[in-house]
């Protein structure tokens, strides 16, 4: 019983509903940073307990699947001697509550990054150690989601965290401003792009300010329903005003104002690139995350041998290999085993959710129309989308857990009848952005699975027609400038 | 965190409340209080939590115990008979 007890409020299976597994095991893994150590060590976990299967999530975290209640408690110590945790899965209880901070987010090239103004990851692992078990955080309205970076650029997607620090530069000081109160999922008010607080932080600023908003959030979150407990509902209610105002009273102090932008670049640190002590890092793309036990092995040996065995894990879902000094010798390695680490953008930055195992789809789930596009990319268009990104983000629900609301071409799943069947869909959603962001917009709904590949390509061609006349045009910028008749003339499905 | 209680009901009736638990704990606290029974003895074990709803009658059944489960509330008890 000591040991059970010693797991509670840290430890936690979450509930799966597809493809035979009851459990997922989602192992903490702050700021996507690890060892070939701990790698290895959750692989055999995914060997012996997982049928050999890991995925990489959106939010850094290394998730297995198959896992039976018995087996939980061996785990779980495994994983303690490793120091990670779980996210605490209260969000199948029926109603607000037994909310949790999740895994915080940060670079995955924190202290090694060119483009960094400040190195995020102290904080991330202060809140972490501060938050986990603290029992006074266990039973927020709901989950609560933080991004922490010093990039320059937005590696991280923070306006769809509840809270996001983005560094900047103020007075010649250099610190971080605060966006709150993001979230890409229907719960009220809706996908919502964190809002700019106006404040400058310094970095020993970032902890309090952190924890005083999840203590507003938890003394003041709305508990009516869950359709209205995210923090997004209350900042809604409040403002950001309203929330600076509850910060300040509760740390006892005014903060600094902050006019500046906060707009930056919504990248992945793709390929192969220079790190600022000029050693390489080796981003590999992982279409969907997914991983095998084997192949986790490898690449912790490959860490090993050509850089110093860390490992980090990125918000694509994608791996990278850190402090390496012979980059051509790990890139034939990789090579000898059809990890190519070049062609088009969207290989390392599409995204998809588990919506297989949520059981959330039917069948040709999020992360199979994944692969699926980005085959079709590079088989058709491999060299438009070399130098240009579109962001792809397949969601099984509208719970957006593949950010399809913000993806430049969006797909959230929905169950369609046809011939007196159901059969899975997507509705499509276009133009989502981050830079001066904005929601994407509904252009098509319940398009038979099997045909969205064939209205992207639909989309695709008319933009290569374009490309005949307007050489710089970016697919982006295509996007936008489509009429309403354009676009509903391209998706229509006949 | 407070270690739920297995709580005597009457002669060989005894409940176990796991309200407030999320999986695996529900499961793991349901087969440590039935190792305390007696052979005929019968345990409530009641949850908020539905997976552990759906889950902790799986794993007790595959164990060879008779299990019933009955909601009310937003609640489950799940009775089962050693």
């Known amino acids: 019983m000591e040991k059970v007890m010693r797991f509670m409020g840290r430890y936690s299976l979450g509930r799966d509903n597809g493809m035979g597994s009851l459990h997922f095991l989602r192992i903490k893994i702050p700021g996507g940073v690890i060892t070939s150590e701990y790698f290895k060590g959750i692989a055999e976990l995914s060997r012996e307990y997982g ?120 007075d010649g000081e250099i610190g971080f401003t605060v966006l709150a109160g993001g979230g890409a999922g229907k719960t009220l008010p809706g996908p919502t792009l964190a809002k700019p607080l106006r404040v400058f932080l310094s970095q020993e600023e970032v902890f309090d300010v ?62 192969v690139g220079e790190q600022k002590d000029e050693r390489y890092y080796v981003c590999v793309p992982l279409i969907g995350g997914k991983l095998s036990s084997d192949i986790m092995e490898w690449y912790a040996g490959l860490a090993e041998e050509y850089g110093t065995g860390d490992l980090r894990l990125t918000t694509f879902q994608n791996l990278i290999i850190v402090n390496v000094e012979d980059k051509e010798g790990l890139l034939k390695e990789l090579g000898k085993e059809g990890v190519v680490l070049k062609g088009i953008i969207p290989k390392w930055t599409a995204v998809g959710c588990a919506s297989d195992f949520c059981g959330k789809t039917k069948e040709y789930h999020s992360k199979e129309i994944v692969r699926d596009i980005v085959e079709h990319l590079e088989t058709s268009y491999p060299n438009i989308f070399v130098n240009q990104d579109f962001k792809i983000g397949v969601s099984g629900c509208p719970n957006n857990c593949g950010y399809s609301v913000i993806a430049s071409v969006g797909l959230e799943g929905r169950l369609i009848r046809v011939n007196g069947s159901v059969k899975q869909g997507y509705d499509i959603y276009l ?43 970016r697919f982006v910028d295509f996007l936008e400038k489509l009429s309403d008749t354009e676009i509903k003339k391209l998706v229509e499905v006949t | 965190m407070q270690e739920p209680k297995l709580e005597r009901k009457s002669e060989g009736e005894y409940t176990l409340d796991v309200r407030g638990q999320t999986c695996p704990f529900p499961q793991i606290l349901s087969q440590l209080a039935l190792e305390k029974l007696r052979e005929g003895s019968i345990l409530e074990v009641i949850t908020d939590n539905p997976p552990s709803a759906r889950d902790v009658p799986i794993a007790l059944r595959k164990k060879g115990y008779e299990v019933e489960v009955k909601k009310s509330n937003g609640q489950w008890h799940i009775v089962v008979k050693k």
């Open chain 1, 431 to 473: 133009r989502g952005k981050l830079e001066n962001g904005s929601i994407g917009r509904r252009v098509a709904e319940g398009v038979p699975a099997e045909n969205v590949v064939n209205v992207l390509n639909k989309l695709l061609e008319q933009y290569k027609i374009k490309l005949k006349n307007e050489s710089e045009i």
């Open chain 1, 210 to 271: 952190a924890v005083a908003t999840v203590e507003i959030f938890r003394d003041h979150g709305n508990r009516e329903s869950k359709a209205k407990a995210r923090f997004k509902y209350l900042l809604d209610q409040i403002g950001v005003n309203g929330l600076r105002n509850m910060i300040e009273k509760k740390l006892g102090r005014k903060l600094e104002d902050y006019h500046g932008d906060v707009s930056r670049e919504w990248i992945e640190h793709t390929g």
């Open chain 1, 51 to 170: 049928r050999g299967y890991a995925e990489i999530t959106d939010r850094q975290d290394i998730q297995l699947h198959w896992i039976e209640g018995d087996d939980a408690l061996d785990i779980f110590e495994r994983l303690e001697k490793m120091g990670f945790t779980t996210d605490m899965c209260g969000q199948a209880f029926p109603g607000a509550g037994h909310g949790d901070v999740r895994n915080i987010v940060g670079c995955p090239l924190s202290g090694v990054n060119k483009d960094e103004l400040i190195d995020g990851y102290p904080v991330i692992k202060e809140l972490t150690r501060f938050f986990t078990g603290n029992e006074d955080f266990l039973d927020l309205p709901k989950k609560f989601k933080f991004s922490i970076s010093g990039c320059m650029y937005n590696c991280t997607r923070a306006e769809i965290n509840d809270m996001a620090f983005i560094p900047v530069v103020h």
